[in-house]
């Protein structure tokens, strides 16, 4: 597949899974001027979503585009930063560095996890966002989540 078309491919699955938790997933849509990858909502929490397929890591620069499409909605919004190789340790870190964050970002063994060990997808993602509250690091693998499940 065409980069694009992994994207699109990646997009659908995502869309099917968060369906498939009844994350009342919604697809791809446009904005005057930006691409929203979908949205889904955890309860009251909505997220929007970016979803990348790539061969490489994901960095600060997408990392901070995001973070400004999450930031221009209403201030409820949250965002869900999926990408399948993961992220430079140099881009959570200066992305991290002295300012807040309403995003929280998973990789492809993230996904893995949820899928092949009977991870609650809201519940990684709840833990994710509690932990980012915390620490304020957007990115905590599963298995410093889930320390009692072996992965």
Not at 51 to 70: C, H, I, P, Y
Not at 76 to 95: C, H, P, Q, V
């Amino acid at each position: 597949m065409t980069p694009q078309e992994r994207g699109f491919a990646f997009e659908r699955f995502l869309n099917e899974l968060f369906n498939l938790f009844h994350l009342a997933p919604r697809g791809s849509f446009r904005l005057v001027g930006e691409q929203i990858d979908g949205s889904f909502q955890i309860g009251q929490d909505v997220y929007l979503v970016e979803a990348k397929w790539q061969n490489q890591k994901t960095g600060q620069s997408d990392l901070l585009s995001f973070s400004g499409k999450v930031e221009g909605k209403a201030q409820w919004s949250r965002g869900l930063f999926i990408s399948y190789a993961g992220f430079t340790d140099d881009g959570l870190e200066a992305f991290a560095r002295g300012k807040s964050t309403r995003i929280i970002c998973m990789d492809g063994f993230d996904l893995h996890c949820v899928l092949n060990h009977n991870l609650n997808l809201a519940e990684v993602v709840n833990r994710k966002m509690r932990r980012a509250g915390e620490t304020n690091d957007a990115f905590i693998s599963v298995t410093d989540l889930f320390p009692s499940q072996v992965f």
